[in-house]
């Protein structure tokens, strides 16, 4: 079977307005810096109280007691004395008793249970039936018998974009619910200032008319939930139950000023006129083809160089001259209709678009070869071709890969689904932002290019995520887009090599040792001090923003995301799960619990914090790790959650509560063996069966074993095979396999990590051309140049190379020949990079087209290795050489005589006075047609190859051809 064709593409670029985040770097003074205010009240600090801690006359507490017995089983239930509406309440309902029940759910019976539930509770919910609309794109089946439904508020056709009520259904029974800002409203939905009016009052605040100012896209009228005390920093509500929610009818305004890529957004009353919100709307980050893997620190053994021959994975590609796309599979792999025509990309696809600040992205190579975006050659925009740059090759691989992993868990995401724009090599340092677009910035100002970091890419993408998750953007939305780049790298600190010298500040508790902008194990960091909100927040964050606590957005993601992180290395290892099963289990739990996640991420009223909310990512991750349809008993890892979340004072309830014990229903899965091999068809991976398993999936990496791992397939019980016909023959890829049950909750270790290939794996990384003396010096090939080609091997594989050596072929040598063809290498480390002693040498013959693309083949060899093959293409100039070389081609040269001496050979031939050096050429047929040079001299007329007696084919033939001082051969 031949192997078909395989090149890297391109995506197609779409832009999204929308609101929009950053990274929180060095951030340059902003156009409208004195301008920024803060909607007063616009954080509603919620602080849940349990219903045991009301006074024992309370009537409400009397109406909950009341529920419980009626409803039966363990409930916990908090309350939010601001709304009088339970924050969350944990028990179990059966709604649909019966499988046949259970298979026939779908959103409309699940909503009119829901609203039955609701009109039989008004004693101690309220009754809100008119006000409450289903939000269907929050709502859904997020796997197997797990249904979420998300209510939002609404009054006169408008949305109180930050209430809800939500309802968690598992087998059929309801098992968590709760209000999150659900109260009366008292201002109509109607607005008094138009939308225009509203607009001009915005421009008039910041003292502009509007011109060169552009709506990104047209006004949006909400209704928003604030804290009727309305002060310039949230409290803890202390008024009378019931009445700690006020609301405010606003006109939401996002623009951009003309040539600036800052997203603000305006909010503006619509009753009154008042502006009342003004902001930077952007998320900022850092971003990287070759591909940086994780960062641009030139680490090389922990990913931090740029690696040649990465995937464009889903690009796409034309053919010839035909305008239709195509899209290449995950690993840019696609075939040729017609191997003599050429293939062009533009770095767009399904998934992502490049824009380039540097310029267009449109790569051409012949069909006989690997379509190569090589690696970059300077930084930011010098030395590289148009917007073919280490940073738009890196951002399209990483946004790819993390987006192709999401879907794995959730495949009806329509953000994930659909492609992303991603500019690169803006002309701006020490940032990257999303503004519904991934905005990644120029290396600079002590801060690396974050195109090339797949922390800071990850992050602007979580943030995309975040706001198209059908909730809505969490509080805080960092917070969010850190947990996708923790997850991505499995490290904790984000967006390593941000900063080219020195760590980050901590917020004043400093770093031990991550060049990102944040680090989240505490224990990386000089105080050595888990972050709270009573301690972190309270003294270290200042500002205010959309968060819980209503501080920096960006501070406040501590305490959220180090919880995550001491779930994954600490609290679950701590049940005795392996470190790797661990992070497959911490990952799965955050993604399957972010369709519709929206709101705060914990409750917060300084100094208390809880997650005794239902939008709380603690209680949403709890609903995601229940297996029988009652978290009252708790969960198969509920422990594990709540000392992850309990350490940074955001869990709920108490260690000892039934609800937070490891309780599960789940069969024991035992841990697959697993061994993988290469075969023609592909790779094929082999494990152990693992009983009590109704399936397995099979997970791949493509940068190391340490790293995220993406589903790429899953087979029933009964099979143990699988073979993974997508990665390139030559790349190094990294398997795990992990056992399932009947219940899909239920999952077993994943399996050992397993290499293919297992040993060394060289890669042709860097070739750079080197045209003098014999050529203009320009680096780039011209008719009848003569070159050296340096050229620099990597070993991506897990073992040190020793061995090394290079051969380099002609694959047309009517167009070039190869004139030093052989090279010896030092031996070459485990994903490191290394240089020959010697260059190879090539002569472009003089009668080539120009312009056009050169082709040669390189074989790479080490020992105990077999040998790999590497394409290079070489474009020529765009004017060919007027002017012949200084002297003729000489005439045929003749006599050439052979003698044996040994095992070498030693070859003479007849003076040519014409020739300035001699070629001789070998091939294993007379017609001379694959012909390589065997050896070379500069004017002597004799030449000794050392062991060509006692290698090579049986017959071998060889002739003579004088040469000119340019290398051009006669006949």
Not at 433 to 446: E, F, P
Not at 776 to 796: C, H, Q, W
């Amino acid at each position: 079977m031949n192997p078909r064709p395989r090149f890297l593409a391109a995506l197609m670029a779409v832009a999204v307005t929308t609101v929009a985040f950053g990274f929180n770097g060095q951030v340059a003074e902003r156009r409208y810096e004195d301008r920024i205010k803060y909607r007063p009240g616009g954080s509603v600090a919620v602080s849940a109280k349990s219903v045991e801690a009301l006074e024992t006359g309370d009537a409400l507490r009397a109406g909950w007691a009341a529920f419980a017995q009626r409803e039966g089983g363990h409930w916990a239930i908090y309350l939010d004395e601001r709304t009088g509406l339970p924050t969350v309440a944990t028990g179990r309902i059966g709604w649909f008793d019966g499988e046949a029940a259970q298979a026939e759910l779908d959103l409309d019976r699940l909503e009119s249970r829901a609203r039955d539930f609701l009109a039989r509770n008004t004693s101690v919910l309220g009754n809100w039936a008119r006000e409450l609309v289903l939000d269907r794109d929050a709502s859904g089946e997020s796997e197997h018998g797990k249904w979420q439904l998300v209510f939002r508020q609404q009054r006169d056709g408008v949305r109180v974009d930050n209430a809800r009520f939500t309802f968690h259904v598992i087998q059929g029974n309801l098992v968590q619910f709760g209000a999150s800002r659900i109260a009366p409203i008292a201002v109509p939905g109607t607005p008094k200032i138009q939308s225009g009016a509203a607009v001009r009052n915005l421009w008039s605040y910041l003292g502009v008319d509007g011109s060169g100012h552009t709506l990104s896209e047209e006004p949006e009228l909400a209704l928003v939930a604030i804290d009727p005390v309305r002060g310039a920093s949230p409290s803890a509500w202390s008024g009378a139950r019931g009445e700690g929610v006020a609301h405010a009818l606003i006109w939401r305004i996002p623009f951009t000023v003309d040539g600036e890529s800052t997203l603000w957004q305006g909010e503006v009353d619509a009753l009154s006129g008042e502006v009342l919100t003004f902001e930077d709307a952007t998320h900022y980050t850092s971003i990287q083809g070759g591909v940086y893997p994780t960062a641009n620190d030139e680490d090389c053994p922990s990913g931090g160089c740029e690696v040649n021959a990465y995937p464009m994975p889903f690009a796409a590609y034309f053919e010839g001259f035909n305008p239709n796309t195509s899209i290449a599979d995950e690993f840019g792999n696609f075939t040729c209709n017609d191997p003599t025509d050429v293939v062009t990309t533009r770095l767009r696809g399904p998934y992502v678009g490049i824009v380039d600040t540097c310029g267009q992205v449109l790569q051409t190579r012949p069909c006989s070869g690997d379509l190569a975006l090589e690696l970059k050659n300077g930084e930011n925009c010098t030395g590289n071709d148009g917007g073919n740059t280490g940073a738009s090759r890196s951002a399209f691989y990483h946004v790819n890969r993390v987006a192709q992993m999401a879907r794995s868990y959730l495949p009806g995401n329509t953000f994930i689904n659909t492609p992303v724009t991603v500019n690169t090599n803006i002309t701006q340092t020490c940032n990257a932002t999303w503004s519904g677009q991934i905005n990644m910035y120029n290396r600079g100002g002590g801060c690396g290019n974050t195109g090339e970091n797949a922390g800071v890419l990850t992050h602007e993408w979580g943030h995309g995520f975040d706001q198209n998750d059908g909730g809505g953007f969490d509080r805080t939305s960092e917070a969010y887009a850190d947990t996708v780049a923790v997850f991505y790298s499995r490290e904790s600190c984000v967006g390593r090599g941000f900063f080219l010298n020195g760590t980050c500040s901590g917020y004043g508790d400093n770093c031990l040792s991550c060049t990102g902008i944040r680090d989240h194990d505490w224990a990386a960091r000089a105080a050595n001090t888990p972050a709270t909100p009573s301690t972190w927040v309270q003294n270290r964050c200042g500002g205010g923003g959309s968060s819980p606590c209503g501080r920096s957005v960006h501070c406040e993601s501590y305490p959220i995301v180090e919880s995550v992180f001491d779930l994954a290395t600490r609290d679950l290892p701590a049940m005795g799960i392996d470190p790797d099963s661990a992070w497959q289990l911490a990952e799965r739990l955050w993604y399957e619990s972010r369709d519709g996640s929206g709101g705060d991420i914990y409750n917060c009223s300084l100094p208390d914090s809880d997650s005794c909310g239902a939008t709380s990512w603690y209680q949403r991750m709890r609903v995601a790790d229940d297996d029988d349809g009652d978290l009252s008993n708790g969960t198969p890892h509920a422990a594990a959650l709540f000392a992850a979340f309990d350490r940074h004072d955001i869990a709920c309830g108490a260690a000892a509560d039934l609800e937070n014990q490891n309780t599960s229903t789940c069969p024991a899965l035992t841990q697959p063996g697993i061994a993988v091999a290469r075969e023609e068809e592909g790779t094929r991976i082999d494990w152990t069966a693992v009983p009590n398993a109704d399936s397995y999936i099979v997970f791949r990496a493509d940068r190391s074993c340490d790293v995220q791992h993406v589903n790429i397939g899953s087979v029933p019980a009964g099979t143990t095979t699988f073979v993974d016909t997508a990665v390139t023959p030559g790349f190094t890829a990294y398997y795990r396999v992990q056992a399932v049950g009947a219940n899909p909750t239920c999952r077993g270790a994943v399996s050992e990590c397993a290499v293919n290939p297992s040993g060394v794996n060289l890669i042709r990384q860097r070739v750079n051309v080197v045209d003098t003396p014999l050529g203009n010096g320009d680096g780039v090939l011209d008719a009848g140049e003569t070159a050296r080609i340096p050229v620099t091997l990597f070993n991506s594989g897990v073992e040190d190379a020793t061995g090394v050596s290079a051969r380099l072929r002609a694959v047309d040598r009517s167009e070039v020949r190869v004139i030093v063809a052989d090279a010896a290498y030092p031996n070459i480390a485990a994903k490191t990079e290394a240089g020959s002693g010697t260059d190879f040498e090539i002569v472009v013959q003089p009668g080539v087209a120009c312009p056009g693309i050169l082709s040669l083949s390189l074989e790479m060899n080490a020992d105990d290795t077999p040998t790999s093959t590497a394409s290079m293409t070489f474009g020529l100039g765009e004017v060919c050489p007027v002017a012949t070389c200084d002297d003729a081609v000489p005439g045929e040269t003749f006599g050439l005589r052979v003698d044996r001496s040994g095992s070498d050979l030693v070859f003479s031939w007849d003076e040519n006075t014409e020739a300035a050096g001699y070629f001789v050429l070998s091939d294993d047929a007379p017609q001379f047609g694959d012909d390589d040079v065997a050896g070379r001299t500069d004017g002597a007329i004799s030449l000794t190859i050392p062991g060509a007696a006692a290698s090579g084919p049986s017959i071998e033939f060889f002739k003579v051809r004088g040469v000119n001082s340019c290398n051009w051969e006669g006949p």
